[in-house]
């Protein structure tokens, strides 16, 4: 059994963990390995509460979001992952609604989401598997977070960058320092997308730019000609 596994272990990082991983949540037909394990690096983390730039007037806005695997787009991650990103950014609270159609003062957010998997993951794995487990491995995958803000059609674009890193260690290797395990892979990435939204949110909050979007809101009709 153990040998079985290593093997399954070995084939998943041959074809790229993560994508296949995020297929496997989708699906509900495929688990990761028993013998993997995630971590979250710790450098970023959460907002801290005295750190958060309030929005006075917060304003409508239209969310675009998509996810690529080393560059290259990946589509199933990227629906899997759409309601929770938006839910992410509503509950931020740094905007009167967020919707997928062209919002009422042209405002735009864009966020992109790229994971860059290591290179090698796959010899990596593949060790793992001939020493059914004893040559354990740790595999570092970056997220690189950007934020396009377009206030409002005219206006400047407000971008930030936001990089993560989540760790999956596999077979009889200590944990990675600096980091917190999370539950699953599900758990995993939703973290990483969470604490990333949070801060490139509070960082595009605190750039002036941002305050363009309330500036540039048409005023009330009032029946006036």
């Known amino acids: 059994m153990g040998g079985r596994l290593m093997h399954v272990a070995a084939t998943v990082f041959r074809r790229n963990l993560l994508s296949l991983m995020l297929a496997a949540v989708l699906a509900f037909s495929m688990h990761a390995p028993a013998s993997a394990a995630f971590y979250i690096d710790r450098t970023l983390g959460d907002v801290p509460a005295d750190k958060r730039t309030p929005v006075k007037d917060p304003q409508p806005v239209q969310l675009l979001f998509s996810f690529a695997t080393d560059d290259a ?3 199933k991650a990227a629906t899997y992952l759409k309601a929770y990103v938006f839910a992410q950014v509503e509950a931020s609270g740094r905007f009167k609604a967020v919707t997928e159609t062209p919002s009422e003062n042209g405002a735009i957010l864009n966020i992109a989401v790229n994971n860059i998997t290591e290179k090698g993951a796959a010899g990596k794995g593949f060790k793992v598997g001939l020493t059914f487990g004893l040559a354990g491995t740790v595999v570092a995958d970056s997220y690189d977070m950007k934020f396009d803000f377009a206030p409002a059609a005219g206006n ?25 395990k ?3 892979v599900d758990d995993a990435i939703k973290t990483i997308i969470r604490q990333g939204i949070d801060h490139g949110l509070n960082d595009l909050a605190a750039d002036p730019g941002f305050a363009i979007a309330a500036q540039a809101t048409p005023a009330p009709a009032t029946g006036q000609p």
């Open 182 to 184: 999370a539950k699953n």
């Open 73 to 75: 787009p990946n589509a």
């Open 156 to 180: 400047p674009i407000v971008t930030k960058h936001i990089a993560h890193r989540l760790y999956t260690k596999l077979g009889a290797k200590s944990p990675p320092e600096n980091a917190d």
